[in-house]
C-alpha cells in the first residue's frame, strides 16, 4: 500500500480495535463480478451503468477503468467510510484473486477530500488494472 502523509494521519487516527468489513451495500457490485473488455478491466456493476463513448477505443486504458470503475463511498455507507473503502478494496482484490488465479495486476485508489462549500468529506474509490509506465501516483512512501 502506498499512501500520502494526509492519509497516512487519517489512519493513524483510526482505532486499533477497528476491523475490515465489506459493506453489505456493496454486495450487489461484488455479485456483479468483473469483466474483461479487450485490454479493460471494469467492475461489472459499474460498466453495465456507463455508457463509453462510440468509436475508437481511449488509448489510456488506465484512465478509462478509473472513469468506470469509480464509486463514492459515501453514498453507499455513511460511517467509518474510510475503513468500508478498504474493506471493498479487500474484496475487490479477492475477487479478482479468484478469476485470474492471482493477485496480481489489479491497483485500487481511495483518496479522500473535502467536498466544496460543505464540512462533508468524499470518499472516491477507483480500481485500473496495473500497466508498467501508467502510474498515476507520484512516488510516496509506503
Known amino acids: 500500500m502506498r499512501a500520502n502523509e494526509r492519509m497516512l494521519r487519517t489512519l493513524a487516527r483510526v482505532p486499533a480495535h477497528a476491523t475490515l468489513q465489506v459493506a453489505r451495500r456493496f454486495a450487489p457490485v461484488l455479485d456483479a463480478g468483473i469483466v474483461n473488455e479487450g485490454e479493460c478491466t ?7 451503468r456507463t455508457a463509453l463513448p462510440a468509436g475508437k477505443a481511449s488509448p489510456d486504458g ?44 489489479l491497483v485500487c485508489l481511495i483518496s479522500k477530500s473535502r467536498v466544496a462549500g460543505s464540512a462533508r ?21 509506503l
Open 121 to 141: 468529506q468524499a470518499v472516491v474509490w477507483k480500481m485500473h488494472r496495473h500497466r508498467p509506465g501508467h502510474d498515476w501516483l507520484r512516488s510516496v512512501r
Open 62 to 105: 488506465t484512465g478509462r477503468e478509473c472513469w468506470v470503475n469509480c464509486l463514492h463511498v459515501e453514498d453507499w455507507y455513511r460511517t467509518h467510510v474510510l475503513l468500508a473503502a478498504l474493506g471493498f478494496s479487500d474484496a475487490v482484490f479477492a475477487l479478482w484473486e479468484k478469476q485470474q488465479g492471482s493477485g496480481d495486476g
Open 42 to 48: 471494469y467492475l461489472a456493476y459499474c460498466r453495465a
